[in-house]
């Protein structure tokens, strides 16, 4: 049986915008009226008492502080993009990994949000001048039409691919239907359908995104837990991967949940549970062969 921890017992996370306020200042703001602690492992989160209300806090407002999840954090910070790098967000709406991008490069290099959907592109450019981004150039487009042999991308060092997917890691309603499996084996011939055109999305942009000329890191990121979505597009593109000199890196070694343990090398994939870490998240990292990256502190 599962035993569910019900939400207003799960700590609350806000990412400090280190663009903006400084993670000792964030504490002390924040401090005045709650227990405030910091992550271990993400560099400027911090962790709240469960059921903290910080949704009219004037840090939140001013975009000091984001309220984002611990899995969603550590998507950008597995990137581990530099200072001064170029680097692509391939589907970037609502712009949340984009403005940690931006915040992890201290706000120095570029950074070319790409975003298909209209309505999309107008949170994005929200999000982006509310953290106070100034090196994001919000490109309205589909990121599979980008043609990575355009000098304007001749320097994108990293990409960060976190696309559409089903969701199944966050939607609530859906968790019990899918948990047990922790597949799309219960799904209904729809969900099946949905799913099939999802992965295959997925794959194509993942292909796209290793086929860029100058970049050495890959983060590959979805809020799903299905397996189709997620070991299995990894899976699929191994080959192609390895051809560019791309193989798996091992982001947050410290972290205990891995990939379903699907292929040899699995190990280095990363998840969260929807349960116990409230939002199940995927995480894989492809890192140029050739480059000393390969030792994930
Ligand atoms: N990374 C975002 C964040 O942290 O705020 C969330 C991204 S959301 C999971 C996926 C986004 O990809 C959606 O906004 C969707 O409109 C966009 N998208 C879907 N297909 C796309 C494509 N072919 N090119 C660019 N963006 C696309």
Not at 44 to 50: A, D, F, K, S
């Amino acid at each position: 049986a599962l035993h569910q921890i019900p939400d207003v017992l799960k700590p609350r996370y806000v990412r400090v915008n280190t663009l903006k306020l400084d993670v000792e200042s964030a504490i002390h703001e924040l401090g005045k009226q709650n227990e405030v602690y910091k992550d271990g492992m993400i560099s400027g989160l911090l962790i709240l008492p469960p059921g903290t209300d910080l949704h009219d806090h004037p840090l939140v407002l001013n975009g000091s502080v984001f309220m984002q999840g611990k899995a969603s954090s550590m998507v950008a910070a597995a990137l581990r993009p530099e200072p001064g790098w170029e680097v692509l967000d391939a589907c970037s709406a609502p712009g949340n990994k984009t403005v940690h991008l931006a915040a992890l490069m201290k706000g120095k290099g570029k950074i070319i949000a790409c975003e298909l959907n209209e309505k999309r592109v107008e949170r994005l450019k929200g999000t982006i001048k509310l953290a106070g981004a100034a090196n994001v150039e919000v490109l309205h487009g589909d990121f599979l039409n980008l043609n990575p042999k355009d000098p304007s991308y001749s320097k994108v060092r990293a990409i960060l691919l976190d696309p559409s997917c089903s969701g199944s890691g966050t939607a609530a309603e859906r968790l019990d239907h899918l948990l047990p499996s922790y597949s799309a084996g219960h799904a209904d011939t729809t969900d099946l359908d949905r799913l099939t055109k999802l992965a295959a999305f997925q794959k194509k942009a993942l292909l796209h995104a290793l086929s860029f000329p100058a970049v050495e890191r890959v983060v590959y990121s979805t809020c799903s837990i299905n397996q189709i979505e997620n070991e299995d597009v990894i899976n699929s593109v191994l080959p192609v991967a390895a051809s560019y000199g791309f193989q798996l890196a091992t982001p947050f070694p410290q972290w205990p949940r891995r990939g379903l343990c699907v292929f040899e090398g699995s190990e280095h994939l990363l998840r969260t549970d929807p349960v116990e870490d409230k939002e199940g998240f995927f995480i894989a990292l492809f890192v140029k062969k050739t480059l000393n990256y390969l030792e994930e502190p």
